[in-house]
């Protein structure tokens, strides 16, 4: 079991929950991730690590609650305890001295940016990175962007915090006003992450994208999480999350996310009932 030692709601439906888990805190690197079961009868969900405290024994988790497994994970309180964290899984994060280096976050995605931006710095790179969102309610760790980064542009869909507009727009500027830039990573939405790659192709630059497919076990067991990168077959959990942006088959991977969404839909509008009700769970 792993305590609940932090709790947070970065915004509406978005929290933060820090986790005694002291074997993945001392071995986890900007990058990889963890698998979580709430409890015994729930559905395994893969969260970023987006910290940890080695000393503490803990690490630091950020998600949506927009599935039944998620919304149960916000349920809880400071004192409660998760039943199983594995991890940490996947690649870390390449990390070496590129030179100027661009880091885009959309959403919740935002999260997994932190520890890379951080690792990007402390080798010796100029980071500059780009917080979107749809509202000024939904923009998330602009503070913690900021220890890291040398300038941090955040834009909301809305235009109700910075530019008005998406982050492929911000990132289009900075391009043209920097001039060159070493290395993008983007982390969202599929549809941003293959705009953004789209982006930066035609200008030869390296750019990094985190999948997130359906992933049940994180070991490549399941092979559920299979993507198409460069013609070849991968699966995210063990051959990534990270993979080269102007490779992925975006389509693909969109297709895979759309089959389980009815089955989740109706998961949590089950859950969303019983919890009216006050009902035990079905499973």
Same mark, same amino acid.
């Given at each position: 079991?792993h305590?609940?030692?932090a ?5 509406p439906?978005t ?8 074997l993945i ?6 990058g990889?991730?963890v ?6 009868q ?5 969260l970023t690590?987006?910290d940890?405290?080695?000393?503490e ?10 599935g039944?497994?998620?919304m149960?994970? #916000?349920?809880?309180?400071v &004192?409660?305890? =998760?039943?199983? $964290?594995? @991890?940490?899984l996947? *690649?870390?994060?390449h990390i070496e001295n590129?030179?100027l ?6 959403g919740?995605?935002v999260?997994?940016?932190?520890p890379i931006?951080? #690792?990007?710095a402390e080798? &010796?790179n100029? =980071?500059?990175a $780009?917080? @979107?969102?749809?509202? *000024?309610?939904a ?10 980064c040398e300038r ?7 235009g ?5 507009g998406?982050?492929?727009a911000v ?9 060159q830039v ?10 941003m992450m293959?705009?953004?790659?789209n982006m930066?192709?035609?200008?030869a630059?390296p ?10 076990d994180?070991?490549?067991m ?6 198409d990168?460069?013609?070849?077959r ?17 389509d ?11 089955f989740?839909g109706?998961?949590r ?5 019983s919890?009216?009700?006050n009902?035990?769970q079905k499973?």
């Amino acid at each position: 079991m792993h305590e609940i030692v932090a709790k947070q709601e970065l915004a509406p439906n978005t929290h933060l929950v820090r986790v005694r888990a002291p074997l993945i805190a001392r071995k986890r690197k900007a990058g990889q991730f963890v698998i979580v079961m709430v409890d015994k009868q729930s559905e395994r969900v893969p969260l970023t690590i987006v910290d940890s405290d080695p000393q503490e024994g803990t690490i630091t988790l950020v998600f949506q609650a927009v599935g039944k497994s998620t919304m149960r994970l #916000a349920q809880l309180q400071v &004192g409660e305890a =998760v039943s199983d $964290i594995a @991890g940490p899984l996947g *690649k870390p994060t390449h990390i070496e001295n590129f030179g100027l280096c661009i880091v885009l976050g959309g959403g919740y995605g935002v999260a997994p940016v932190v520890p890379i931006a951080r #690792a990007l710095a402390e080798a &010796g790179n100029r =980071v500059v990175a $780009i917080n @979107g969102a749809r509202t *000024k309610e939904a923009v998330i760790l602009v503070d913690e962007l900021e220890k890291f980064c040398e300038r941090v542009e955040i834009c909301t869909d809305d235009g109700t915090l910075g530019h008005h507009g998406m982050v492929t727009a911000v990132l289009e500027t900075l391009l043209g006003e920097y001039g060159q830039v070493d290395f993008v990573l983007a982390i969202g939405p599929a549809p941003m992450m293959r705009a953004v790659a789209n982006m930066t192709k035609p200008l030869a630059i390296p750019t990094m994208v985190s999948l997130n497919p359906i992933m049940v076990d994180g070991t490549g067991m399941c092979g559920g999480c299979r993507v198409d990168v460069g013609g070849e077959r991968k699966f995210a959990c063990v051959d990534g999350p990270e993979f080269d942006g102007h490779l992925v088959d975006f389509d693909k991977l969109m297709a895979r996310q759309k089959v389980y969404r009815e089955f989740e839909g109706e998961a949590r509008l089950q859950y969303e009932h019983s919890c009216k009700l006050n009902l035990p769970q079905k499973e």
